[in-house]
DNA sequence: AATGATACATACTTTAGGGTAAGTACTTGT
DNA sequence: ACAAGTACTTACCCTAAAGTATGTATCATT
């Protein structure tokens, strides 16, 4: 798994901004391109590793391996693995990855809005 | 300005899942370290170049005007720049922008929540 | 003539994130 | 004996994003 140096600039100012700005506390949990995509996914329900690989064609297993272990990690979602073979592991949202609900929510609600509009501005360009 | 490469894998994919996943689209829009604290600051009303910068302290110039410029061409933001010198260039949320205050704000609502909760962890772990 | 204020721009370098490809372990089915 | 399914792991590479540092234009002030 990819290890992230401890003091960099970026890591520094991160721990800093971290107190001062909610967002930032947000963007330290749920940032990184796949992230959200992943909780999304779970918002309905808790899903086996392959059935979050089906759901999200495009993702590479190492990046949903990746993530979910962050999240794991950050006490967003939880690893149920039951001892059988071949092996049975499922994930679902933490109390805490269940309060993102409004934010992700929110998220798609104004996606649906905004692209909405541009949809508009496509067809009208497209009759010009 | 950084620019980006139109062809890539990532991108590629970007596209296919920007039309599937609602949250694809908004992280589109707002997925950048920089961006969502941006438009956090914003929220509150217009702010010239140099109240963000304040604002925001561990941002770099040349992150502030690149996401600026980049949150101004996907219309999330709107500049204007009165023709005096020295220059007087104030940043407001478009209207696309400011319905992404419902988002804001549930990301800032949960990170208090969160926030909360760990802060009681750390307490606990302190006295073990 | 030099300094400060404002809002940038630009070249260069580093780093973190993401991608590719291949391998692992353990058992059931053919 | 070999393939298939499940849930990963690991090594290596590449690129986009972020950081550092310095420069620019314009005018007012000292």
């Keep these: 798994m ?4 401890a003091s960099s600039t970026i890591q520094e100012n991160k721990l ?7 967002v930032t506390y947000v963007m330290e949990k749920i940032s990184g391109y796949w ?15 392959n059935e979050l690989k089906k759901a999200i064609p495009s993702i590479t297993e190492k990046m949903l391996i990746q993530h979910l272990k962050q999240l794991e990690t950050d006490q967003l979602l ?17 109390p805490s ?6 934010v992700l929510q929110a998220m798609a609600a104004w996606a ?3 692209s909405k509009d541009k949809e508009h501005i496509l067809f009208s360009k497209s009759l010009s």
């Design 97 to 102: 990855g269940e309060r993102l609900q409004p």
């Design 2 to 5: 990819t290890r992230i140096k």
């Design 112 to 114: 649906i809005e905004d």
């Design 35 to 49: 992230k959200p995509i992943i909780l999304y996914q779970l918002l309905s329900g808790s899903k086996r590793y």
């Design 78 to 94: 939880i690893r149920e693995a039951l001892p059988v073979v071949p092996p049975h592991v499922t994930y679902r949202l933490s």
């Design 16 to 22: 800093a901004a971290y107190q001062l700005c909610p």
